[in-house]
């Protein structure tokens, strides 16, 4: 597969603008297995991008204190179990925490077709989830799973090529250049982010967005090209609100920003291209 680029007809085909007929079920459920007791912010931003991207509903499945302090932020969040249209895990999950992960999993109906983001503590345990897959590492996490594989390369993007292949998923590799990759080679290269992002719980903004973006899509089956290019318009939706919450911030001019107000970028980003 060869490299391509972000264009408009690419995000304005895969960002859905509800329409009047819609509900909150056709407009997509998002399932959120994330947060622990140690990180209940990082369930806490997963949702708020979720919400800020138009899903229908976001379905929480965490921990007792995770939920209670997203609810207390975020009161249309559901904690009950029911459908899911995409997932995303591992979020605010502590490394090696693969029977949590399990436990939770199992609180929801899914399917081997379902669309699935793996990021952070859920990584490792790739292997043991079911579903069309996304990884979405950063470079150091990319190079713990490669070592936990035995490969011999030390190249991010020959690393991200090997597990894609291997384990049959798309990878996501998180940076100020961000790449995509699938099993058929590198699917997309994103235009570089600003460095602003590098602040602890983007990572958790980006995981929620491109599972409420999957959900919204209401498919059955999916290819990698298809997972690829979702993720890389969440990508690309991801750095676009960066640098307007930056800007906002410095007054014009590009500042520190906090991933708690990433979700209001967001937002003015979604309007902006379904308008």
């Given at each position: 597969m060869s490299s391509h680029t972000i264009g408009a007809d690419d995000l304005v085909a895969i960002v859905r603008a509800p329409l009047a007929?819609?509900?909150?079920?056709?407009?997509?459920?998002?399932?959120?297995?994330?947060?622990?007791?140690?990180?209940?912010?990082?369930?806490l931003l997963a949702c708020d991008a979720a919400l800020c991207a138009g899903v229908g509903?976001?379905?929480?499945?965490?921990?007792?204190?995770?939920?209670?302090?997203?609810?207390?932020?975020?009161?249309?969040?559901?904690?009950?179990?029911?459908?899911?249209?995409?997932?995303?895990?591992?979020?605010?999950?502590?490394s090696g925490n693969t029977p949590t992960i399990t436990d939770r999993l199992s609180r929801l109906p899914l399917n081997d077709t379902l669309p699935v983001v793996i990021d952070?503590?859920?990584?490792?345990?790739?292997?043991?989830?079911?579903?069309?897959?996304?990884l979405t590492p950063h470079h150091k996490e990319l190079a713990t799973?490669?070592?936990?594989?035995?490969?011999?390369?030390?190249?991010?993007?020959?690393q991200?090529?090997?597990?894609?292949?291997?384990?049959?998923?798309?990878?996501?590799?998180?940076?100020?250049?961000?790449?995509?990759?699938?099993?058929?080679g590198v699917a997309y290269e994103l235009s570089d982010a600003t460095p602003w992002l590098a602040t602890a719980g983007t990572g958790d903004l980006l995981a929620g967005l491109m599972g409420a973006l999957l959900a919204q899509q209401k498919k059955d089956t999916w290819s990698h090209a298809e997972l690829a290019r979702v993720a890389a318009v969440a990508g690309t939706i991801h750095a676009m609100a960066a640098q307007r919450i930056s800007a906002e911030a410095g007054g014009g001019l590009h500042g520190?920003?906090?991933?708690?107000?990433l979700g209001r970028g967001v937002s003015a980003v979604i309007a902006q291209l379904v308008a």
């Amino acid at each position: 597969m060869s490299s391509h680029t972000i264009g408009a007809d690419d995000l304005v085909a895969i960002v859905r603008a509800p329409l009047a007929s819609d509900d909150k079920y056709s407009r997509g459920v998002v399932g959120l297995v994330v947060g622990s007791d140690e990180y209940p912010g990082a369930a806490l931003l997963a949702c708020d991008a979720a919400l800020c991207a138009g899903v229908g509903m976001v379905r929480l499945v965490s921990s007792a204190a995770a939920e209670q302090v997203v609810l207390s932020a975020r009161p249309e969040v559901v904690i009950s179990p029911g459908r899911v249209d995409a997932l995303v895990v591992g979020c605010g999950i502590p490394s090696g925490n693969t029977p949590t992960i399990t436990d939770r999993l199992s609180r929801l109906p899914l399917n081997d077709t379902l669309p699935v983001v793996i990021d952070a503590g859920a990584l490792a345990a790739t292997p043991s989830i079911g579903g069309a897959r996304i990884l979405t590492p950063h470079h150091k996490e990319l190079a713990t799973l490669a070592r936990e594989q035995g490969y011999a390369t030390a190249d991010p993007l020959e690393q991200a090529a090997q597990l894609a292949t291997e384990w049959d998923v798309v990878v996501y590799l998180k940076g100020s250049h961000s790449v995509v990759v699938t099993p058929e080679g590198v699917a997309y290269e994103l235009s570089d982010a600003t460095p602003w992002l590098a602040t602890a719980g983007t990572g958790d903004l980006l995981a929620g967005l491109m599972g409420a973006l999957l959900a919204q899509q209401k498919k059955d089956t999916w290819s990698h090209a298809e997972l690829a290019r979702v993720a890389a318009v969440a990508g690309t939706i991801h750095a676009m609100a960066a640098q307007r919450i930056s800007a906002e911030a410095g007054g014009g001019l590009h500042g520190p920003l906090h991933a708690s107000e990433l979700g209001r970028g967001v937002s003015a980003v979604i309007a902006q291209l379904v308008a």
